[in-house]
């Protein structure tokens, strides 16, 4: 039997997270010199209740390799013998070098164990590592062995496509996401920070005037770059208006021909400590353009030999 689990960052809801049996190792979040385990001690929506009071940004710290222990030792008495960790990215949080940790110890303690575990990097943060656990949830229901979750995993988790873009620019100027400089002209021109990842690392790849246009940048991307085959369904997250997200998904609905499900799931607490109030994020499967390069130079190439063979044909 296969069972997934993953770091609290995941920001998956507890819906899914019960309707998978996703095993979560909980980040600890310190808020005004208290320590508060993520989804366990403290929920999203208080957190972002208390965000605006809080004079000090709070810290985050990865889980303890305990956590993840505790998930495979209760997973081998019930039965599970494979084990697939899917954890935010190693550029950006240190929750995958503790799975990695615990994963060692476990062997250290049982070195003719026939247990099996991967820890995937998923080079994504927040619902981009949760996107990847719902889609191995789906193909372990679809019958995917455990190798055959591994290769989906490596091969194609930087085919994840993150959007991330903040309301409230004070939070990333605290936590040094953001100069403050950039902050001023972003507040007085009404600017938007549009970001991605980039090798496992958040990047600014687009600036909008607006939260329309922000949208509006999203669903316009996306139709360009969703990759069809693998998207078959979409996580929108929010911070703390999920107004905002419902208007993305009315828009992608209305302005293009996507038929799979959309998910709108809010961002957990260590992910809004930096993303502050009025996030609104968007992860989907995107084309493979190293791939699709190849395919289309491929095509070209047959094409000029055809164009040869018919000159060909023509001068004789």
């Known amino acids: 039997m296969i069972k997934i689990m993953a770091d609290s960052t995941c920001d998956l809801s507890a819906e899914f997270i019960e309707r998978y049996n996703i095993g979560i190792a909980p980040l600890n979040i310190m808020i005004n010199g208290t320590s508060y385990r993520d989804k366990v001690d403290i929920q999203p929506s208080e957190f ?66 026939n247990i099996k575990i991967h820890i995937v990097d998923s080079l994504s943060m927040s619902h981009g590592s949760g996107w990847l656990i719902i889609k191995s949830a789906r193909l372990l229901e679809a019958g995917y062995t455990f190798e055959q979750l591994i290769d989906f995993n490596e091969n194609y988790r930087t085919n994840v496509k993150h959007f991330l873009c903040v309301d409230d620019l004070n939070n990333l100027i605290k936590s040094g996401r953001l100069t403050n400089a950039s902050a001023f002209i972003g507040k007085l021109l009404r600017i938007k920070p549009i970001m991605s990842m980039k090798k496992g690392k958040g990047a600014i790849v687009a600036k909008e005037r607006g939260t329309n246009r922000a949208i509006n940048f999203y669903v316009e991307e996306f139709a360009s770059r969703v990759n069809k085959d693998l998207t078959d369904f979409i996580i ?49 499967m995107e084309k493979d353009k190293q791939r699709d390069g190849l395919l289309k130079n491929e095509l070209k190439h047959l094409a000029h030999i055809k164009e040869e063979i018919v000159e060909k044909i023509k001068g004789e």
């Open 48 to 113: 972002y209740e208390m965000l605006p009071s809080l004079e000090e940004l709070p810290t985050t710290s990865m889980p303890n390799p305990d956590e993840y222990l505790k998930i495979i030792y209760d997973g081998i008495k019930k039965g599970y013998d494979k084990f697939l960790c899917i954890c935010m990215s190693s550029g950006t949080s240190g929750a995958y070098q503790s799975a990695v940790l615990a994963k060692d110890y476990f062997y250290e303690e049982n070195s003719n164990s």
């Open 236 to 284: 929108i997250g929010y911070t703390s208006n999920i107004g905002i997200a419902e208007r993305l998904e009315e828009k992608i609905k209305g302005s293009t021909d996507f038929t799979g499900d959309i998910y709108i799931m809010q961002m957990g607490v260590s992910v809004g400590t930096h993303v502050g109030l009025g996030g609104l994020s968007m992860f989907f």
